[in-house]
C-alpha cells in the first residue's frame, strides 16, 4: 500500500517566468548595481560573473565528489568564493545578502504549475514531501513554497544542498526514505526530469508521475536577444489616432531604454534623485515613475523630479555680464544674430535699449555676421552706463531663477550635487545651470550629444546613452526632429520665472498638434514601455546592451518610415525662440510642378535631414531611384 508522494520543486510545483540561469544573472547584475566601483574591471560585466559562478559551482561539485558526496553544492559557500575573486579588495562578507536577493527575485518569477493542482488533489490523502536537486537549503525552497501559497501541506523538504546527496545517483531518495520510514514500493515520486525524476526512480522501485518541463532559449555565450513583443497591444487601424498609437509602440524601445539607462546610471552613481528637465523630461520621468512601481532591478530605485527650465529661462540668468565672452556661449551656436533676436534670447525687452543700439548705429532687426567681431557691438558692450542698466536685469533673472529654485525644488542652499536628464544635443540648459550654481558638481544624462561649442564649466560632467562623440554622418542625427518631438508634453516652455513659480507659454498651433498627433503617439509608446518593463523583470540586461534594439528601431523608423509618423512629424509647430525668436513649423509639402523639378528637389534633400520621410511626404519616390542609381554608378567608377 502506497503510503508517501514525493514532488519535484522545480518545473513540477513551481514554474519560472524566465531560464533559471536568468535568475543567477539577475544576481549578478545587482552586484555590478550595488558594488560597481568595487569590482575588477573584468567582472563588470553580468556575464562574466556568471561565468565565474557556474565555474565556482562545477569545481566545488567536483570537490565534494571527491570527499565521498554527490556533485553538488551549497550556494552560501559559493557566493562566498565568489566575492573573492570579483572584488578589487576584500569587503564583508555579502553572501547572505546576495542570498536575500536571488530568493526574492526567485519570488518574482515563480508560479504554481496548473499542471500539479489535479495530482495534489487526487493524492490529497497521502503524506507529502519535496525532493529537490537545487543548490539552495530545505528552508529557502519552503519560504518559495510558502510565498506562492501552495495548497497542501508539505511534511518536509530535501534538498541536495543540504545533503550534498541528489537525484541523479539514487542518493537523495534513500535518504529521504531512510529518514521517513518508507520503502521504494511505498512510494510515488512526481517531477520532470526524465532521468533523475523518472528513469532513477523506475530504477529504485519507486513509482513514477512525470510533469512537463518549460523549454526556455538562452545562450548568454553568444548574448542574448531582447524578445518582447509589442504587437499583442496594437490596434486596428482603422483610425489615424490608432495609427499613431501602432507607431508610438513601435517607438517605445527608445524611450523605455533611455529612461531604463538613466536609472541604472543613478543606483550605480549613489544619485538619491533624479531631475528631468522640462519638457520633453515630462514624458521621460514616466519611466522612471513606471521602474518604480515596477522594479526590474531588485534594488532601490532613486527619486526623481522635474526641474522646469529652458535655454531661455536660466541663460540670462547665468551671465555674469553682459560682454563679449559671455555672450560667445550663444554666439558660438548661433553666428549670425540680431540684437533683436538677442534680446529675446535673453528674455529681456529691447525697447529701453534701443536708445544705446542708436548711439552706436546698430540696426536691431538687422542680422550681424559674428557679433563679436563687430565694432559697434564692441562698443556696446564696453558702454558702462548701458552694462549697468542691463546688469540690473541679469541680477534680477538670476534672483528670480534661484528664488524657483529654493522654494520648489530646495536645491539652492547646499554644495550637493545635482543630476538632471535632457535629451540632448549639446546641454546648453546644463551649462547655463553650471555657471548659476558653479559650487555643485552638475550632471547631465542625455539620449544623445554632439560634440560641445564651448569650453565646458569646471563643475560639469555629461554622460551620452546612445553616443557622446559627432553622430553628424549617424542615423540619430537625421532624427533629432523627430526625437524631440515625440515627447513634447504639450505644455509649453518655460520662459520665465516670477515669485518663486515657473511661467509658460506655449502656442495654441503647438499645443492642438501636441493633442492630435503627440498623444497617441506618447500613449502607445508608454503602453510599448509597460510591456518592457514587464519582461525586463524577468530578463535581466545592462542597460549598455539595450543600445542595438535602440538603434535597429532608429534605423527602421528612419529608412522606412510609416505614413501615420510622417503626417504627424510634418505637422511639427514648435518653440524654437532661444538663438532664433521664431517658431519652427516642419511643413515642407511641395506643389505638383516642384515635386516634377529633379533639381529642386534635389538640392533641398542635400538640406533634408530625414531624407526618406520628405519624399515620402511629398511622393517623391522616384529620387530614391535616383539616389541608388547615382550610388551605383559612382560605385562603379570607384567614388566615393
Not at 8 to 34: F, G, M, S, V
Not at 296 to 318: H, K, N, W
Not at 512 to 540: F, R, S, W
Not at 620 to 627: C, G, K, R
Request: glycine share 4%; charged share 30%.
Amino acid at each position: 500500500m502506497t503510503k508517501i508522494i514525493s514532488f519535484d520543486i522545480w518545473d513540477t510545483i513551481l514554474k519560472r517566468k524566465c531560464h533559471p540561469e536568468e535568475i543567477k544573472l539577475h544576481t549578478a547584475n545587482y552586484i555590478i548595481l550595488k558594488y560597481e566601483k568595487q569590482l575588477k574591471e573584468k567582472y563588470k560585466n553580468i556575464y562574466e560573473i556568471l561565468k565565474l559562478r557556474d565555474e565556482i559551482e562545477a569545481n566545488m561539485c567536483k570537490q565534494n565528489k571527491e570527499n565521498g558526496f554527490d556533485d553538488e553544492c551549497r550556494i552560501i559557500n559559493v557566493f562566498q568564493e565568489l566575492q573573492k575573486e570579483i572584488f578589487v579588495e576584500n569587503i564583508e562578507d555579502i553572501s547572505e545578502e546576495l542570498l536575500r536577493e536571488e530568493i526574492e527575485q526567485e519570488k518574482r518569477n515563480i508560479f504554481i504549475s496548473p499542471e500539479i493542482l489535479p495530482i495534489f488533489e487526487k493524492y490529497k490523502d497521502l503524506k507529502m514531501y519535496c525532493i529537490s536537486d537545487f543548490y539552495m537549503s530545505a528552508e529557502s525552497l519552503k519560504e518559495l513554497l510558502d510565498y506562492v501559497k501552495i495548497p497542501v501541506k508539505i511534511e518536509k523538504i530535501y534538498s541536495s544542498a543540504d545533503y550534498l546527496l541528489n537525484k541523479r545517483t539514487g542518493n537523495l531518495y534513500k535518504k529521504a526514505e531512510e529518514e521517513i520510514g518508507v520503502k521504494p514500493e511505498d512510494h510515488i515520486h512526481v517531477g520532470d526530469n526524465q532521468y533523475s525524476d523518472i528513469d532513477v526512480a523506475n530504477g529504485l522501485g519507486i513509482e513514477t508521475i512525470k510533469t512537463t518541463k518549460t523549454e526556455f532559449n538562452f545562450v548568454p555565450e553568444r548574448g542574448r536577444e531582447l524578445e518582447f513583443n509589442l504587437d499583442t497591444a496594437k490596434k486596428e487601424e482603422n483610425t489615424l489616432e490608432n495609427k499613431l498609437f501602432n507607431s508610438g509602440l513601435d517607438l517605445a524601445p527608445i524611450l523605455y531604454f533611455f529612461g531604463y539607462s538613466i536609472v541604472e546610471y543613478a543606483i550605480k552613481n549613489n544619485i538619491d534623485k533624479v531631475y528631468y528637465q522640462t519638457r520633453e523630461g515630462e514624458t521621460f520621468i514616466k519611466i522612471h515613475e513606471m521602474i518604480k512601481r515596477n522594479n526590474p532591478f531588485g534594488v532601490q530605485i532613486p527619486e526623481c523630479d522635474t526641474l522646469e527650465v529652458s535655454r531661455m529661462a536660466t541663460y540670462s540668468a547665468s551671465l555674469k555680464e553682459f560682454s563679449i565672452q559671455e555672450l560667445l556661449r550663444v554666439w558660438s551656436q548661433y553666428r549670425v544674430q540680431s540684437m533683436k533676436t538677442l534680446f529675446k534670447t535673453l528674455a529681456i525687452d529691447i525697447t529701453p535699449y534701443k536708445e544705446f543700439m542708436g548711439k552706436y548705429d546698430i540696426n536691431i532687426e538687422e542680422n550681424i555676421v559674428e557679433p563679436w567681431f563687430n565694432i559697434n557691438v564692441q562698443n556696446l558692450c564696453n558702454d558702462k552706463e548701458f552694462t549697468d542698466k542691463i546688469q540690473i536685469e541679469l541680477d534680477r533673472k538670476r534672483a528670480e531663477l534661484l528664488q524657483y529654485f529654493e522654494e520648489k525644488k530646495n536645491i539652492v542652499n547646499d554644495d550637493k550635487p545635482l543630476f538632471t536628464v535632457d535629451i540632448g544635443w549639446r546641454g546648453t540648459i546644463h551649462d547655463n545651470l553650471c555657471y548659476i550654481f558653479n559650487n555643485k558638481t552638475i550632471g547631465g544624462y542625455y539620449l544623445t550629444l554632439y560634440d560641445f561649442y564651448n569650453v565646458q564649466p569646471k563643475n560639469s560632467y555629461k554622460i551620452s546613452f546612445i553616443d557622446d562623440k559627432n553622430i553628424r554622418d549617424n542615423e540619430v542625427a537625421s532624427m533629432i526632429t523627430l526625437l524631440e518631438w515625440i515627447y513634447n508634453p504639450g505644455t509649453g516652455s518655460t520662459i520665465e520665472y516670477k515669485q518663486g513659480e515657473a511661467i509658460r507659454k506655449a502656442k495654441t498651433e503647438e499645443t492642438d498638434i501636441v493633442k492630435k498627433y503627440i498623444k497617441p503617439l506618447q500613449e502607445g509608446m508608454l503602453a510599448g514601455a509597460e510591456i518592457i518593463n514587464e519582461y525586463m523583470k524577468y530578463h535581466p540586461y545592462e542597460a549598455k546592451e539595450t543600445k542595438k534594439v535602440v538603434y535597429d528601431v532608429i534605423r527602421k523608423t528612419k529608412t522606412k518610415p510609416n505614413k501615420a509618423l510622417i503626417e504627424a512629424y510634418y505637422s511639427m509647430v514648435f518653440n524654437d525662440t532661444f538663438g532664433t525668436a521664431e517658431y519652427v513649423e516642419k511643413d515642407e509639402k511641395l506643389s505638383t510642378m516642384d515635386k516634377l523639378n529633379v533639381i529642386k528637389c534635389r538640392n533641398i534633400l542635400r538640406q533634408e535631414p530625414w531624407k526618406e520621410a520628405f519624399i515620402a511626404y511629398n511622393d517623391i519616390e522616384y529620387m530614391n531611384v535616383l539616389t541608388s542609381a547615382k550610388g551605383v554608378v559612382r560605385k562603379i567608377l570607384g567614388k566615393k
